[in-house]
């Protein structure tokens, strides 16, 4: 049982008439070596209220001396290998004694009114820990089901006593886009006024502002404190207050507008969360957006099938037109009016809100790889599935996902090798272009790092060709270059299927949303009402890596530089399982550059692949570099309009003969340009060629090499 202390100056608890609720703790009033959660009434170790555990607990915190801001004491959290096993909680409730029978009860979780939250934090640098700590805001009482807020201080492992960056973001994944940093070795103070009755959370670090913003999850219920891997930090003077709201009578609220983004051009349909933010339930409202010029308006009647929309109760309100995406940051408004039938509700203040609308214009023929790490037995890898297929449905032909499975019967284990380096164990996660993260980041902000790569010009315009012999499928993937290509460059191919099924225990789906936290994908369905574990039969999983050739870091060219105008062609030969299904595979090129990253991509179906038709390459070889007199000459541009150039690159003095037939094998031009030695360009005139396709036959002492010419 929990001992019960009268906290004196260490902790003030008051309650007003008015239900406004006060608290400090600076742990002073206990002493040095007590669980926090077992001997003070007002704090809770995560066990206990999830599985009603009883003390000793073993997720407790311990009271220090080892530093302090105020008094002697603090809550220490030390660094280790491990995340946890510490992870206490304090409830934003006054009551005493919280545990599982009396959690239902509270006031909480705060869904209007103003609370502000202040604790002084410590985190150390030193070695081997190299800094960072965590904590989060829970949405709900029992806790584990939503995360209003999770805060993580990230140290730099290369620079420890540099100050570290701050990340915030939700359940949702939502990322809160204020990028500010926090001191090293030394106390600071974080603070956060949060707005409910507005959804404004602000941030403060040593009582400066670093900006608002809104939160998709806007309640709060608790505090907990959690170190994650290596993280060591103190806490002191851990504050809070309530001031609970005034409502009016009949007052309708914009309470959100759902992010808006994408590409010029695109459209997208608004979202707007409204909220009745008054007395009596709201029966009629319409809503409005503005955009660019253009409105429209939703008039919703008879809400709630006629019993309205309750006190402090929420709806979305989808709009059934769409906006089309203009370049640059614009200004999107939101207006909620004639609440059930007035020309003006009882609070006009909270009856717009405004948000930035974002569309960027993609780079030419640009296309972004996002790689995922997912696995079946991974029960929150659900979340990296519904992104990819966001992004499907968004980005159509400007993304492209790839799900690289790990530890089930789905995993590739070359490709699950190479993606480990950039997560390092931690599921889900996913890479946009390989461009290193630290840590990786999540499914989720897929898209935030797309938009920032989707404008960055690519070098090379990879064109996908195929052919299939029986069980074999060989692939050619053809690089026109746009920009200059200098240094160790490098071609990957995969393969990767929409449609994978299997049974057995292995192919059930782990899902940590059961039951508790939602996750809707692009097809409706809510994971949250899916089981624990979603059975083989009811389960296709998408964008599955199959193979990749010739490895995860890909082949390097035949040349270290490349001018524009350019082409050169890689070759791969895959071995297909008979259990793949080949009309839902895609083939997918990989164009990566000195620095490991993708620089651009191709993906096609497989059909498309074989329609474009296959380039040989002389000598094909899944693991190691192309060879033979093939892959000294290259044929650019291809597609050519006026003109074609042949560069070759030979090692020893040769004869060379060209000619050029068409694709019925008539003859059109021939020249023997006798001996020939080292680099050489030789250029064609085909201006007056017919569109259509051609053969380029040269001869090389006694090799043949064929390339085939596009005229367009």
Known sequence: MKKLYTLLFASLLALTANSQVSFCENFDALIVGDPIAETSSSWNSWDELMNGSIAPFIDDALVSSIQSVSGSNSLHFPGSQAAGPEDVLLMFDPTLNINTSNINSLSTPYVVGEFTFSQMMYI???????GGAYFN?????????????EVEFIADPNNPTDPGTIDMRNTGGTLMNLPFSYPMNTWFEIKFDIDLSNNDWEVFIDGQSQGSFANTINQIASLDLYPNISHEYYVDDVCYSYIPATLFTNNGQVSNISTISGLTGQTRYPSVEIRNFGTDP????DVTFDYNGTQMTENLTNIGAGFGLLSLTSMQVDFLNSITLISGTNIGTATISNVNGALQDDNPSDDVMTTQVVAITPAENKLVIGEEATGTWCGWCPRGAVALNEMDR???????GIAVHDGDPMENTDYNSGLFGFHGGSYPSGVVNRVMSSPAIDPSEFEQYFLQDIVVPANGIIMNGAQQIGTTLEVSLSVDVTTAINGNWKLACVLIEDSVTGSGGQWYQSNSYAGSISLIDVNGVDWMNLPNWVLDVDMVYRHVARAISPSFNGDPLEFSSYNAGEQFTKCYTFTLDPTWDLTQMHIVGMLINTANEINNASSTSISTAVANGYISCGSTSISNELAGPDQL?????????????????????ENVDVSITTIDGKLIAKRDYGLMNGAHTLTFDISNFSNGI???????????????????
């Open 124 to 130: 150390r640098s030193a070695q081997p820990s190299n």
């Open 137 to 149: 805001f829970q949405a709900e009482n029992t806790p584990g089901q939503l995360w209003a807020l």
């Open 694 to 712: 051609y053969f380029v036959e040269t001869i090389v002492g006694d090799e043949v090499i064929t390339k085939k010419l596009i005229k367009e």
């Open 394 to 400: 968004d980005y159509p032909g400007y993304f492209q």
């Open 282 to 285: 709201i029966y009629s409202c």
């Open 633 to 653: 000459i290259t044929l650019y541009p291809n597609p050519a309009n006026s003109a074609a150039t042949l560069r070759m690159n030979l090692k020893t003095e």
